[in-house]
């Protein structure tokens, strides 16, 4: 009968026993390991070298994680300061500037589009970054990206980005596009970026979720307030 241990044997042994070098100093210096260098070292050097590159992988996540957090934070404040200002608008126009500014100012980017979606508003008007579009305009043009309720990132094809960004002299090259709902959906917020990869799927999209959220709370009430304005305008106007 073969008696002899196999490697995993003396692992699942060690694994098991993780007691079993104590006592046994002798015997920890006398086991050697191959190095990086091509020398061999003892099995507590090797010990030291593991915990010490353990150590700096740990400082690296830590120090990535700090940067993180501080973007994380810099981003909640350009967000929070954007949402004050949509928050004091008194109509659509005051609001789609305050986007736009924002969003080309504070947050450093090329295009912001608030497109509203809607039969009973004037289809075609464009002021900055508002735009009014029937729904079957935008479902034509954009169609499954309006399916769901997240932010949708990437590159778009060139008719999409020129419907959600028109008249622009520099294209838009890059999206990040998020329906705006209530019980239905009543527009579409998007930010573009001139650098092809600036935005893709894999990037994180909550200061979007979280400011569209607001959007569509916030976009009914204006929304209805438009409508009752314009037409007294309106009778104003033919009537002077």
Known sequence: MDATLTAEQVAEYLQNNPDFFVGRDELLRSLTLPHDSGRAISLVERQVHLYREQR?????????LVSIARHNDRLFEKSKR?????IEARNLTEMASAIDDSIRGDFGLDAASLMLVGDSLPAGSTTGALHVVTEEEADRQLGSLLGGERAVCGQFRETDRDFLFPGRDEPVASVALVPLR?????????????????????????????????????????????????PLLDAVAESR
């Open 182 to 230: 209530t019980d239905r959906l009543v527009g579409v917020f998007a930010v573009g970026s001139c650098q092809p990869g600036y935005f893709d799927q894999s990037m994180g999209s909550l200061f979007l979720s979280y400011i569209s959220d607001t959007l569509s709370r916030l976009l009914p009430p204006l929304l209805q307030r438009h409508r009752q304005v314009e």
């Open 56 to 64: 700096d992988t740990l400082r690296h996540e830590l120090v990535e």
């Open 82 to 86: 954007l949402l004050m200002q949509v």
